[in-house]
Each structure stands twice: as structure tokens, then as C-alpha cells.
């Protein structure tokens, strides 16, 4: 067991893993959860936001439950990949313990 580091991986909510029929589609979002869990926020919303614009993603919405984004977390995401991240620091630029993760905040379902 390793306590030094907590790292929070969302349970995906979508109805596919919560019927617990597709076991494929279940990993898949799993391993969405556990990638987006050692990204920083800003990084989760352009992968989630890049991710939204295949076209054979799912709509926001569903983006929403899988990742535990906001929808408008992922539209912004989208906004800001559009503009090509101009304005935004890269990560090198960041002071240690300026990118404090925020508590994820809940999809009413
Ligand atoms: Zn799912």
C-alpha cells in the first residue's frame, strides 16, 4: 500500500458502466479516470476538451459523467485549445503548489 501519495481516480458514472454490460467500454473510461488522475486541472480539461471533438466522442454531457468534469469545464477546455492555450502558462512555468487540485465537484445524477 502506498499512502505518501492519494490520488483520487473518478468512478466513471455513465450508464454503460453503470449497467455493467459493456466490460470493454468500462476499461476504456477506467483507464480515462486513471490517465486524467496524474494530470493537473488544466491539462484534464484539453484532453477531455480534445476528446470531445472526435467524431465519434460522446456528447459533453456523457464526457461529463465519465470524467467528472464539468460540462463547461470541457467547453472550456475546447475554447481554450481552439485558441491554441494562448495566454496559458505551461507547466513548466508553474510555481510548485500553484496548481492545488480542486475537489472534483459531482454530476448530479
Ligand atoms: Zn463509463
Known sequence: MTSETEIKIHQCECDVCQAGTDLEIARHHRQMNVFLSRLNEP????????????????????LAKITGLDEKTIQRGRQELAAELAGLPSDRQRRPGGGRLRAEKRTPS
Open 43 to 62: 491539462q484534464r480539461r484539453w484532453y477531455v476538451g480534445l476528446l470531445s471533438q472526435r467524431p465519434d466522442s460522446p456528447s459533453d454531457r456523457q
